[in-house]
């Protein structure tokens, strides 16, 4: 049977061609291609481990409703097995892949929505869902996705092309270029903050159980844990990374698994939730930030040490008050990193921020902010308290290293 996706590389001039037919060998296969959804959500929950059959050509029942854009159907789906949205046929396409090569909008948004790492994965020949909208000429496609994830623009296949440089029509080469345009003043603006956020947040949700509760040894040493690229945990963490360092090339993504340390940091956490009470926001007051250090030996302290992991900033380099400092994209981050054999190596961290302030220089902890002639104790110092991009924390026992990113031009 020929693959959709080949036939449809073939000549980018034509119409996506009609889909394969359907495997005859499980029913739920047949129920997603007609979009029975009443008849798929029967099967799946009397045999809960239907969800997975797959083609002879790798199509799983997300396949077909990301093609033929069953929306209520994928819904389902990412509910009963979200692993899904990032299953890979035979060429390596993934349901976001046809969603974009049929301007299936709305299919596309509830993927960003559930999980944005669907829309960046790659097929055999480095394509993303960018690319294959932009081969088939849909503008509208391709603006929500660049809007759920901006990153997308910069994205290479094997060929070394982005979107723009597959692009034939005037309008979608403008819209590209625009966009790139757009994204490097500065580069960390590149996407909506806002929205981008509120996507991520069921993200870190996720993560945040799998840097404590998915670990390989008990945690009672220091240890670094190698990642499988093809888990669900890498794809999330290297979506986080790469929202902002989409042109480098992740070599490798370590769990850090330490339970003193995370004891220490949980212990941190719940104070503060108790001290702020009803006040507490988990999607504003506790993140995933990466650590901002030029010393070539602070990835190793900071996975090993129990005390003085991360040095703490004063004088001149303390821009917005002493403290250990943190940002929110990486791009801030890897000008301060110099690169060992190639290779330059970041920390992911789980940081409890809590309230915050603006920060100013030689502004010592505890900070204390003045309003209305009365004065509080915050919790952490930002560049910025409408987008901060910046914090700096007082102490390191309200962080907990998670993640080492190993990664290349």
């Known amino acids: 049977?020929?693959?959709?996706?080949?036939?449809?590389?073939?000549?980018?001039?034509?119409?996506?061609?009609?889909?394969?037919?359907?495997?005859?060998?499980?029913?739920?296969?047949?129920?997603?291609?007609?979009?029975?959804?009443?008849?798929?959500?029967?099967?799946?929950?009397?045999e809960p481990d239907s969800v997975r059959r797959k083609e002879q050509d790798g199509w799983t029942i997300a396949h077909w409703a990301a093609r033929r854009g069953f929306i209520n159907m994928l819904g389902f789906i990412a509910d009963r097995a979200p692993g899904l949205l990032l299953s890979q046929d035979n060429n390596g396409a993934g349901p976001g892949h046809y969603a974009a090569s049929y301007g299936h909008d709305g299919i596309l948004s509830l993927m960003a929505e559930r999980d944005p790492a669907a829309l960046m994965v790659q097929d055999n020949e480095?394509?993303?869902?960018?690319?294959?909208a932009t081969k088939h000429n849909r503008?509208?496609?391709?603006?929500?996705?660049?809007e759920s994830c901006p990153s997308l623009i910069y994205g290479s296949n094997a060929k070394g092309q982005r979107p723009v440089?597959?692009?034939?029509?005037d309008e979608i080469k403008k819209f590209l270029k625009d966009s790139e345009k757009a994204s490097m003043v500065p580069a960390v603006q590149l996407q909506n903050l806002t929205r981008e956020a509120r996507l991520l947040n069921a993200q870190n949700a996720v993560l945040a159980l799998y840097?404590?509760?998915?670990?390989?040894?008990?945690?009672?040493?220091?240890t670094q844990i190698k990642v499988a690229e093809e888990s669900t945990e890498h794809h999330m963490v290297h979506v986080e990374f790469a929202r902002t360092m989409a042109r480098a090339?992740?070599?490798?993504i370590q769990r850090v698994e330490d339970r003193p340390r995370l004891d220490r940091f949980l212990a941190a956490r719940d104070a503060a939730r108790q001290r702020h009470g009803s006040k507490w926001d988990d999607e504003t007051m506790e993140r995933w930030l990466f650590f901002m250090e030029s010393d070539?030996?602070?990835?190793?302290?900071?996975?090993?040490?129990?005390?003085?992991?991360?040095?703490?900033?004063?004088?001149?380099?303390?821009?917005?008050?002493?403290g250990i400092y943190w940002a929110r994209e990486a791009t801030y981050v890897d000008d301060l990193l110099q690169a060992r054999g190639g290779l330059k190596a970041m920390v992911m961290a789980?940081?409890?921020?809590?309230?915050?302030?603006?920060?100013?220089?030689?502004?010592?902890?505890?900070?204390?902010?003045?309003?209305?002639?009365?004065?509080?104790?915050?919790?952490?110092?930002?560049?910025?308290?409408d987008e901060p991009l910046t914090f700096v924390i007082p102490t390191e026992e309200r962080v907990y290293p998670a993640y080492v990113i190993s990664y290349g031009s």
């Open 139 to 146: 503008l509208i496609t391709l603006k929500v996705l660049v």
């Open 296 to 322: 070539g030996d602070s990835v190793e302290r900071a996975v090993t040490s129990m005390s003085g992991a991360f040095r703490n900033r004063s004088g001149d380099a303390a821009k917005y008050g002493n």
């Open 211 to 222: 840097c404590r509760n998915y670990w390989a040894t008990n945690g009672s040493e220091a």
């Open 350 to 385: 789980r940081v409890v921020v809590g309230a915050v302030m603006p920060g100013r220089p030689n502004l010592k902890p505890p900070y204390i902010k003045v309003k209305n002639g009365k004065q509080r104790e915050v919790d952490a110092l930002v560049d910025s308290t």
């Open 249 to 252: 090339a992740v070599s490798a």
């Open 165 to 169: 440089d597959v692009a034939e029509r």
């Open 1 to 46: 049977m020929p693959s959709p996706r080949k036939d449809k590389d073939k000549d980018k001039n034509k119409e996506p061609p009609s889909q394969p037919a359907a495997n005859e060998g499980h029913p739920i296969l047949t129920a997603a291609m007609y979009g029975r959804l009443d008849e798929l959500r029967q099967i799946a929950i009397s």
């Open 126 to 132: 480095g394509n993303s869902p960018a690319h294959d």
